[in-house]
């Protein structure tokens, strides 16, 4: 077959992603806190945007004015100033500057208008209690050789957050290079330090070493403990009485004891750090209706800077690469301006449009939280799914009922006993709280109870799908609920 060079023309829609539009996407997703990085960022490394110190940031329309005056025509504009006032600003040095606004000591760093009784800022500076450190501290008061005092903090650095050991005897003994019985000897030692339960294997040794620190042991707790285990995990106590030959009242007593005890023995040595969710909406409720109002706090205001614009203008003074850096750096700003408005006005009707579904939810309450798709969103603002996708991700919205996620207000349909897909999942949910909050903790609910009673309400759903929804709210089974005097 012959091979042939030939020209050819094609017409073709393509979509094509500019830079210029995947910043827009990247703007419309982030949520607050990143945002007001991102620009802060883009003030440093853009010398055409400027933070805005009065109350009015730039308009839309000032920035099309600008975006006018950014155009590369050979029509010239008026200049602004003279052009031996921007060789006087270029030729500026650090020695004028000094000179002319130092003269109080303001800009060289001890400027004081007053006393000054703000407290120091090391005062605000707390240390949070290591787990690893107390245990340490402990550790250096024993007296012991230096081979064994190697395991004992070999130990100590495999410890979990909850305080458990994370390795077994035989990697230690492997690791550290010594017998088995050093290694038991050296976590004998930890499992003596404070808190009690530390370095344990599993919770019945943690919760049998504070019986031992207690006092305890050879009683009916420590029997319990020992060889009643799974009764009690599964709340059994009339088995568990009758496995260990004791009384029901004294067993019930004793598992009032285990539950004085701490399953946790590192709980209050956990260094994480708490973190703050900021609302990227507020709704707020007024005699009308809702105000929806954005949330700027913390944001930097952005504005093109009257200067290099200015410069700029200055057509004369500029080489080609000077004129050309300027350019485009300033379409940079207002690309980025337009992009922040674009996307305050999306997350706005975005807002708007979940209001106006979600009504009966903002009057009524979460019971009346309606099923809600992304695409009926989408489709009600004649936007695309995924837009509303990324409008909707990591964002929050700050409601009289608290500080909930956009996603909140998404949850799928369940059927309901009328035959209609009108039942939201997040609804039913609330129901089973409320049903289980309400029920006797003497003879709680079964699922298959639960059940019935949301049949009664108009819900249908399997038993299978209640477990499901319980798991999901954090409720223990019924078991579990049951008080411990009503225990048969």
């Not at 800077?305 to 080609?320: D, M, P």
Request: glycine letters at 4%; aromatic letters at 8%.
């Amino acid at each position: 077959m012959a091979l042939e060079l030939s020209l050819q023309l094609k017409l073709a829609q393509k979509l094509i992603l500019t830079p210029q539009l995947q910043q827009a996407i990247k703007l419309l997703q982030l949520p607050q806190l990143e945002l007001s990085q991102l620009l802060n960022q883009e003030l440093v490394e853009n010398p055409v945007l400027e933070e805005s110190i009065d109350e009015q940031a730039t308009t839309p329309e000032e920035r099309q004015n600008e975006e006018a005056r950014t155009d590369t025509s050979d029509d010239a504009e008026m200049p602004l100033f003279k052009e031996d006032n921007i060789e006087q600003v270029f030729n500026y040095t650090s020695d004028d500057y000094f000179s002319d606004r130092a003269s109080d000591g303001r800009d060289l760093g001890y400027f004081n208008s007053g006393i000054d009784n703000t407290p120091a800022f090391e005062q605000f500076i707390s240390s949070r209690n290591d787990l690893v450190d107390h245990l340490l501290w402990q550790l250096r008061f024993m007296d012991i050789d230096e081979r064994l005092r190697n395991v004992c903090v070999f130990i100590i650095g495999n410890l979990s957050d909850d305080g458990y050991l994370q390795a077994s005897i035989e990697e230690i003994a492997s690791l550290c290079e010594v017998d088995r019985p050093v290694v038991e000897q050296a976590l004998e030692i930890v499992q003596k330090f404070d808190p009690s339960g530390i370095a344990a294997r599993d919770l019945q040794e943690c919760l049998l070493i504070q019986v031992r620190e207690l006092g305890l042991e050879g009683t009916l707790l420590d029997l319990i403990l020992r060889e009643g285990m799974g009764e009690l995990q599964r709340r059994q106590y009339q088995q568990l009485a009758d496995k260990c030959g004791a009384p029901l009242d004294d067993v019930l007593a004793a598992v009032q004891v285990v539950g004085s005890l701490e399953p946790r023995p590192a709980r209050n040595f956990v260094s994480t750090e708490t973190t703050y969710i900021v609302p990227d909406v507020y709704l707020i409720r007024e005699d009308d209706g809702f105000r929806i109002m954005l949330n700027e706090e913390g944001m930097p205001r952005l504005r093109m800077s009257n200067f290099y614009r200015k410069i700029f203008n200055e057509k004369k003074l500029l080489t080609s690469d000077e004129k050309s850096f300027l350019e485009e750096k300033m379409r940079s700003a207002l690309w980025l301006l337009k992009s922040l408005d674009q996307r305050n006005k999306t997350i706005y009707r975005v807002t708007e449009s979940i209001l106006e579904f979600q009504k009966e939810y903002f009057e009524k309450g979460v019971t009346h939280l309606r099923p809600l798709t992304l695409k009926e969103v989408a489709q009600s603002l004649g936007m695309h799914e995924s837009t509303i996708s990324r409008v909707t991700s990591s964002k929050y919205i700050q409601t009289p009922d608290g500080l909930l996620s956009f996603r909140y207000f998404f949850s799928s349909s369940l059927q309901s006993s009328r035959g209609d897909s009108n039942v939201a999942s997040t609804s039913v949910k609330e129901i089973i709280r409320k049903i289980i909050a309400e029920e006797d903790t003497a003879n709680p609910y079964s699922d298959n109870k639960i059940v019935e009673l949301l049949k009664s309400k108009g819900v249908t759903i399997a038993r299978r799908t209640v477990a499901k929804y319980r798991n999901e709210l954090r409720i223990p089974p019924q078991n579990h609920r049951r008080n411990l005097r009503s225990s048969p």
